[in-house]
């Protein structure tokens, strides 16, 4: 596994991310094999070629064009002497990397969401994805690419500003981020950090270098809040729905939760549904019992029926905040008059 340094400050130094293929591989070096696959062409092509040799390290030839669409690249220098030879039109092409593919495959080392929310930004700055460990937190990835401390300071300010905090700012390397920068990234909840110590290379594929797991750790822990009494919520994976909740009574005073895959065995304080006093279960806990009962129905004739209306209401909002699902968990039933829980509501079983 090997870090690919010349791949990063390549793309932070590079003018207009554009050179030919020949000078994209001289440049990155080992992370040739990253960038191949994502350089796209821009349609111009390059007035002048690299051209390395011992003696003269590298150095550039000027292209010669001529009337049959051949063309020579010409060494042209007073004091120094290097043979011409023939380029191709396609060695000429200036390519530029697919940016998008690019964040895409930070994404996937890094295990972040590639879905970007196409957020308008500074020029040089890309929008990566985002850091979705809970549903309803989703934190902004973005990366600055540019050659100067002054601009990308300039540009975290400029995203601070736009977006707020908590957010993920990259930079290619750490050689640009200024006192100035630090400043702000510590006293927001900003987590700033160069690729080239994050991402290392493997079998030609981005991957993870180990302090990742420990940064993103140390993140999460200081911006996805944690469940209190006063404010209870349960650790919904991503993208759960209300079809992927299931809820089970154990007795009339605990149930046993799966979201997706992550299950908790949880009271009815836990689940933020006691009464002021917290010595009781709320109307609203007893009223999911009872519909536990009649098979995840709420019949609005069963039990108080005047009040059946106003504690749906409360149910729903209250499971609604519990797992950060946005939508009602329950859904109207035309042909019986009913509404009906859309995940499953399992009642106390005998054994
Ligand atoms: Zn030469």
Request: net charge negative; proline share 6%; aromatic share 12%.
């Given at each position: ?290 519909i536990?009962?009649?098979?995840g ?32 968990p329950f ?9 009906q829980a859309k995940f499953t509501l ?6």
């Amino acid at each position: 596994m090997t870090r690919l340094v010349k791949l990063w400050r390549t793309l932070e130094t590079l003018p207009n991310l554009s050179a030919t293929r020949t000078e994209w591989k001289l440049k990155t070096g080992e992370g040739y094999a990253i960038v191949e696959r994502l350089l796209k062409p821009t349609g111009r092509s390059a007035d002048v070629v690299p051209c390395l040799n011992e003696r003269l390290g590298m150095h550039y030839h000027d292209i010669v064009e001529y009337t049959d669409g051949s063309a020579q690249a010409v060494f042209v220098d007073e004091f120094q002497d290097c043979p011409p030879f023939l380029v191709e039109r396609h060695e000429r092409a200036i390519m530029t990397p697919d940016m998008s593919s690019l964040c895409r495959q930070i994404c996937l080392a890094l295990g972040l969401d590639p879905r970007t929310q196409m957020l308008s930004l500074p020029h040089g700055v890309y929008e990566v994805g985002c850091y979705y460990p809970l549903e309803a937190f989703r934190f902004p990835v973005f990366l600055a690419l540019m050659p100067a401390t002054s601009r990308i300071e300039e540009s975290l300010y400029a995203v601070a500003a736009l977006y707020g905090d908590p957010f993920i700012f990259f930079t290619a390397t750490p050689a640009f981020l200024s006192d100035r920068a630090l400043t702000l990234i510590s006293s927001r909840n900003i987590l700033a950090l160069a690729l080239s110590d994050c991402l290392l290379v493997s079998e030609g594929r981005l991957t993870a270098a180990g302090s990742w797991n420990a940064d993103i750790l140390a993140f999460a822990d200081k911006v996805v809040p944690k469940p209190e009494p006063s404010k209870a919520f349960f650790p919904t994976p991503p993208g759960t729905t209300w079809a992927y909740v299931t809820i089970r009574f154990i007795d009339g005073y605990t149930v046993f939760v799966n979201a997706a895959g992550v299950s908790q065995r949880l009271s009815y304080t836990e689940m933020g549904m006691a009464n002021r006093r917290e010595s009781r279960p709320s109307k609203q806990w007893e009223f999911l019992y009872e519909i536990a009962e009649n098979h995840g129905t709420i019949d609005f004739h069963m039990g108080n029926a005047k009040k059946n209306k106003s504690w749906k209401y409360e149910l729903s909002s209250d499971l609604r905040g519990f797992f950060r699902i946005n939508d009602d968990p329950f859904i109207y039933d035309e042909s019986t008059g009913h509404w009906q829980a859309k995940f499953t509501l399992i009642p106390i079983q005998d054994d």
